[in-house]
């Protein structure tokens, strides 16, 4: 280290600049690779919306729509009287079906933890019961502020 301050101390104002500039470029550099490798994580990490899920069938393959799937999810709003369904999409994280559903809650109608855990048991039975779907990981619901 000792020896190359005594190099820099040494060098004359125009290779000190050259010096410096060659510093400051490397710094910039450092700095647009970690922007681009940020970019990057969040272009891949997000999660990938897909069309519907497709099922092995002893004759080839049965493909159900994601708009079939909310379809069912809004079918069983009426037996939850708290709950007011707005949107439903089936996303794919990681390899894992995941269905988001973004819902109001009506205050009065009792725990919305326990309507929600309710809703969320229904949907998995139903799936499984109508398209014979067992493979959706997760169902988040989201409330969001405000109607």
């Given at each position: 280290?000792?020896?190359?301050?005594q190099?820099?101390s040494?060098?004359?104002?125009?290779?000190?600049?050259?010096?410096?500039?060659?510093?400051?470029?490397?710094?910039?550099?450092?700095?647009i690779?970690?922007?681009?490798?940020?970019?990057?994580?969040?272009?891949?990490?997000?999660?990938?919306?897909?069309?519907?899920?497709?099922?092995?069938t002893p004759?080839?393959?049965?493909?159900?729509?994601?708009?079939?799937?909310?379809?069912?999810?809004?079918?069983?709003?009426?037996?939850?009287s708290?709950?007011?369904?707005?949107?439903?999409?089936l996303?794919?994280?990681k390899?894992?079906?995941?269905?988001?559903?973004?819902?109001?809650?009506?205050?009065?109608?009792g725990?919305?933890?326990?309507?929600?855990?309710?809703f969320?048991?229904?949907?998995?039975?139903?799936?499984?019961?109508?398209f014979?779907?067992?493979?959706?990981?997760?169902?988040?619901?989201?409330?969001?502020?405000?109607?």
């Open positions: 280290m000792r020896e190359f301050i190099y820099i040494t060098l004359d104002s125009h290779s000190l600049n050259l010096f410096l500039c060659g510093g400051l470029f490397a710094l910039v550099l450092v700095f690779l970690l922007f681009l490798f940020a970019i990057l994580r969040l272009v891949f990490r997000i999660e990938k919306k897909i069309a519907g899920v497709t099922l092995s004759h080839g393959s049965l493909f159900i729509a994601a708009a079939a799937i909310g379809d069912l999810v809004r079918s069983l709003q009426d037996d939850f708290g709950l007011t369904i707005s949107k439903v999409v996303t794919e994280e390899g894992d079906l995941v269905l988001r559903i973004k819902i109001f809650y009506i205050p009065g109608n725990s919305v933890l326990e309507q929600s855990e309710m969320q048991s229904r949907i998995l039975d139903s799936l499984k019961t109508s014979g779907i067992e493979n959706i990981k997760r169902i988040d619901l989201k409330i969001p502020h405000g109607n």
